[in-house]
């Protein structure tokens, strides 16, 4: 009789439990990694994919996946061409009609390592790598000045993909400094 009775307030424990499994937390996103070239130092965001630069002119670039899984990657490039700067003014212009004549938000990058610029301009991307105009899109240039020159993050592809990346791009902007 006493194993009857054990037996029957397993069972009766087991199914008048009301309780449900805990929920599992969300994975956390993968650590950032420090990267750099030719004497600059900064550190990527993980998700962003290291590519083989398209061209010479490229010291560096990244394929930017959508945060929402719902648009397509950006691409982020990097440029130095040693030395200043060309004038701000005059690339501006020239961004602002690869974006076809949208009109560029321009302020200083509050707290970074070395002096950052950031250019923000909305519109129709005059070419992507397939060599299309992209409408819709969002072009982010952080133009960061160190005693090693002048560098060009500049981050293009759908509006979508780029607001995502806004304030980690802006934080990753912090982080750039020369290596003497």
Known sequence: MRSAALALAIVLAGCGSSTSP???????????RSSGVEGLSFTAPAEWVVEKPSNAMRKA????????GKSEAASLT??????????????????????????ASVKKVEGAASPTTLVDISGT??????????ENARL???VVETSRGTWYFKLVGPAATVDG????????????????
Do not use: H
């Open 22 to 32: 805990a929920p599992t937390p969300a994975a956390p996103p993968p650590p950032a």
């Open 125 to 134: 991307y005059a070419s992507d790598d397939q060599g299309k105009p992209l």
């Open 61 to 68: 670039q990244y394929r930017v996946p959508d945060r929402g």
């Open 78 to 103: 990097l440029f130095s061409f040693g030395g200043p700067a060309a004038s701000l003014e005059s690339n501006i212009e020239r961004w602002e009609g690869q974006m076809g004549g949208g009109t």
């Open 140 to 142: 982010l240039v952080g």
């Open 165 to 180: 990346w806004t304030i980690p791009y802006v934080d990753f902007l912090k982080g750039v400094r020369a290596v003497e």
